[in-house]
């Protein structure tokens, strides 16, 4: 694998989050299904946050940064430069500065004069001296490693902050809504007992943390295409620091001076080496962790299976039920890669072919499973958040995880089922709406749990799909530009939402892509 810094880090740190992981399956070689719900509580690790956090020492290199950040901003705007001068030969019209060279060197050279009348020279061209802004002396070289610094700084524990805050708002009960699954909080319980407790001692500090450090950043990101900045990309990663006449007169530079000095006393433990061996075992370990989250996910979503059975994670998994529905997982080899089989079945059996995968070229991983395996849907599984576009988010470090495979499984609830009688999602009856059906675009209805399932064609394609909607559901509010913004979006449907969703809830055909017209 080509791995940037920053993705060798993520890896560093998923390779200690996952071998929880490795330490259960190496314990538990076969069980039942009380005892996996036991360990959930109690030995196995399907979510986690860093619980040795220091947020003092967090808001203390926060303080420090902001009190340099006025001096940053200054030199962004104003830095110290140094003048390149050049000697060129240019037209005439583009000559601004004129010396003795230029007529020496003129009186020489005859190939340069445009003609010659009364015995006066008129020139072509002429020789003469430009003058190029130099900021690459080493003083500026400094401040842009410290900016990079500070930016790494904000930037890993912003997205660290912003997970604790997040989850904090996620697990808040609400048990008078409708929207929810009835198995929701429950699994959150059992996910992280007593984070909420535990969180609310250090939440203001935490809030407090993020908004300086996303003030941090917005005060610095925008200033980057500064000429300071853009034109010393390629400088040394590293620089011992000398106290130069720029870095201790200057009262700005002597802040940028006094906070890389800071930076380089903070002790922080040196990258280890990653090898081929140990991201095999970061992908085993994932795989399981995937595995686990599937049976986590079913067991909280109306399936049951015989409690007192015994499986095995690598060889076979229980068979869930729920009313008509028949859930079975599968683990199984495709070529090289290890997937897991999730076959749904009732009138008809949908098949999803579940791909866990630490690897960054999902395309060929896909198009390699499909030459082996047969199935109706393929669909990665990463612990990458950005690579959630061609990828379902699944990460021992968001809490979420399990509704998302909580979508698919709903997914294929819906297109093994022909009858529509059955409400996928609670226990009670579908009925057919007659108002909002149309000819080719039937659209049936829960008056429990307030599910629609849209039976529809698309106008670009003409292929078949179903989607969801909630009656009476309004999109959530947009935060303009906040962190909030992008998972309000990704919960706009509670997650029961069976293709991707716009802004407005709208579905968005998963044939052509874009929210278009049923038929």
Same mark, same amino acid.
């Given at each position: @694998? ?78 110290? *430069? ?14 601004? %500065? !004129? ?6 060197? %003129? ?30 002396? #080493? ?7 410290? !900016? ?5 700084? &904000? ?9 604790? %805050? ?35 001692? #250090? ?27 853009? +034109? ?23 802040? !940028? ?78 070529? &090289? ?100 059906? +149309? ?19 698309? &106008? ?9 909607? *909630? ?21 706009? @449907? ?26």
């Amino acid at each position: @694998m080509d791995l940037t810094c920053e993705q060798r880090l993520r890896l560093l740190e998923m390779i200690d989050d996952y071998k929880v992981i490795d330490e259960y399956r190496r314990k538990r070689k076969v069980l039942n299904y009380v005892q996996f719900d036991y360990d959930v509580v109690h030995g196995l690790t399907l979510f986690t946050l860093d619980p040795d956090f220091s947020f003092a020492d967090l808001e203390a290199r926060a303080d420090v940064v902001l009190s340099a950040l006025p001096a940053i901003k200054r030199i962004f705007e104003q830095p110290f *430069i140094h003048l390149k001068e050049h000697d060129v030969i240019m037209p005439v019209e583009a000559v601004r %500065i !004129v010396n003795n060279a230029t007529l020496t060197h %003129i009186a020489s050279h005859s190939e340069l004069w445009a003609n010659v009348e009364n015995n006066e020279i008129k020139p072509e061209k002429l020789l003469t001296r430009t003058y190029e802004d130099n900021y690459g002396i #080493y003083e500026n070289l400094v401040f842009c490693n410290v !900016v990079d610094s500070v930016l790494s700084f &904000a930037r890993g524990n912003t997205k660290f902050l912003k997970e604790l %805050i997040y989850t904090n708002q996620t697990i808040e009960i609400n048990l008078l809504e409708r929207v929810n699954h009835l198995n929701y909080f429950l699994a959150l319980g059992k996910l992280h007992i007593g984070y909420s407790k535990n969180f609310d001692t #250090y939440y203001a500090v935490a809030l407090r943390c993020l908004n300086k450090l996303q003030y941090i950043l917005s005060s610095i990101v925008p200033r980057l295409k500064r000429p300071v900045y853009r +034109s010393n990309k390629n400088r040394p990663a590293t620089l011992k620091i000398r106290k130069t006449n720029i870095l201790s007169m200057h009262k700005e530079y002597h802040r !940028v001076y006094k906070l890389a000095k800071y930076f380089a006393r903070q002790t922080a433990p040196q990258p280890k080496q990653i090898d081929d061996a140990s991201i095999k075992d970061l992908q085993k370990n994932y795989y399981f962790f995937c595995q686990a989250l599937c049976v986590f996910a079913l067991g909280h979503f109306n399936f049951s299976c015989d409690e007192r059975k015994l499986f095995d994670f690598e060889k076979i998994m229980p068979r869930f039920m729920f009313k008509n529905w028949a859930v079975d997982l599968k683990p199984t080899a495709a070529g &090289a890669t290890c997937v897991i089989e999730l076959r749904v079945e009732k009138d008809k059996p949908y098949t999803v072919v579940l791909i866990p995968s630490v690897d960054d070229n999902n395309k060929a991983i896909v198009e390699a499973v499909k030459i082996v395996m047969r199935a109706d849907e393929y669909v990665i599984l990463s612990p990458f958040e950005e690579h959630e576009r061609d990828a379902v988010h699944a990460d021992i470090a968001n809490i979420e995880s399990f509704r998302r495979l909580q979508q698919i499984i709903l997914r294929g609830m819906i297109y093994s089922d022909t009858e529509r009688k059955d409400c996928p999602f609670c226990n009670n009856d579908l009925t057919v709406n007659a108002e909002k059906s +149309s000819e080719g675009n039937a659209v049936y209805e829960c008056g429990s749990c307030r599910t629609e399932i849209h039976d529809s064609h698309c &106008a670009l394609t003409d292929k078949p799909f179903s989607y969801t909607k *909630i009656v009476g559901l309004k999109p959530p509010q947009a935060d303009g530009e906040t962190w909030l913004t992008k998972r309000n979006a990704e919960g706009g @449907m509670y997650f029961r939402n069976i293709t991707e969703i716009d802004a407005e809830n709208d579905p968005v055909c998963p044939h052509c892509g874009t929210v278009c017209q049923a038929k």
